[in-house]
């Protein structure tokens, strides 16, 4: 099975950027389709972005549509996420997930089986 460690998160003022990186050991990372999704305090993990194994698929949920931007390099076996024009309620711990089904992508949290610890991003007003 897939091994997920995310890294790049921290404090940032709003409007700020991060670019949040998702790297795979154990299997090849081209087998899987990627999310991110967050969890901030107090509420239920959510989808964030999701990507097809090519990279050619992809989505986001409609909160960060135009502020982040998902990724892949399959040859570095990394996932990475953009994060722009960031607001206080960005504030979560972002985790990657990985999925072998045969989705294209994948928004459902329940499709994928394999996840990191997180990152914390904090965003100040």
């Known amino acids: 099975q897939v091994q997920l460690v995310e890294s790049g998160g921290g404090l940032v003022q709003a409007g700020g950027s991060l670019r949040l990186s998702c790297a795979a050991s154990g299997r090849t990372l081209s087998t899987y389709v990627m999310g991110w999704f967050r969890q901030a305090p107090g509420k239920e993990r959510e989808f964030v972005a999701t990507i097809s194994r090519s990279g050619d698929n992809i989505d986001y949920a409609d909160s960060v549509k135009g502020r982040f931007t998902i990724s892949r390099d399959n040859s570095k076996n990394t996932v990475y996420l953009q994060m722009n024009s960031l607001k206080p309620e960005d504030t979560a711990v972002y985790c990657c997930?990985?999925?072998?089904?045969?989705?294209?992508?994948?928004?459902?949290?329940?499709?994928?089986?394999?996840w990191g610890q997180g990152t914390q991003v904090t965003v100040s007003s």
């Open positions: 997930a990985a999925t072998p089904g045969a989705y294209s992508n994948s928004i459902r949290i329940s499709d994928y089986p394999y």
